[in-house]
Every structure is written in structure tokens, then in C-alpha cells.
């Protein structure tokens, strides 16, 4: 009946390691950043890279000026 008990806390106390493990992996992942398509090529570039020209998104300066009327 020991041995049971003592398997119980093994088990308890892996348990816990790994969801502190795998809270700590969580904090360390970089935080998914909103994606806007280029309206020139379609390209998908994140939020604080594209370029805003006119209230439309362009993945690069080039393309928000091609795509002048
Ligand atoms: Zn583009």
C-alpha cells in the first residue's frame, strides 16, 4: 500500500514540473503578430512592417507606388 502512494506523489510531483515547463515555453514564444496582405502582390507582411499608403497595406513602398492609379 506504500508503494502506492509513493507512485501517487512521483507522478504528482512530474506532473507539476511539466506544467511549469510548459508555462514558461509559452511566455518564451513570440507573440503571433497580426498578418496584412500587400494589395499590389498579395504578399502577406505583419502589421508593423507593412507599408500604409491611402488606408491600404503594401508590403513595400515600391508596390504602394505602382499601384497608383
Ligand atoms: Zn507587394
Redesign the pocket.
Known sequence: MKIIFLLSAILLIWWILKTLRRNRMTDAEPRIRNMLP??????H?PEDEAVQHQGRS???R??AERNQP
Open positions: 500587400c494589395d499590389y502582390c498579395g504578399l507582411v503594401y508590403c513595400c515600391e508596390h
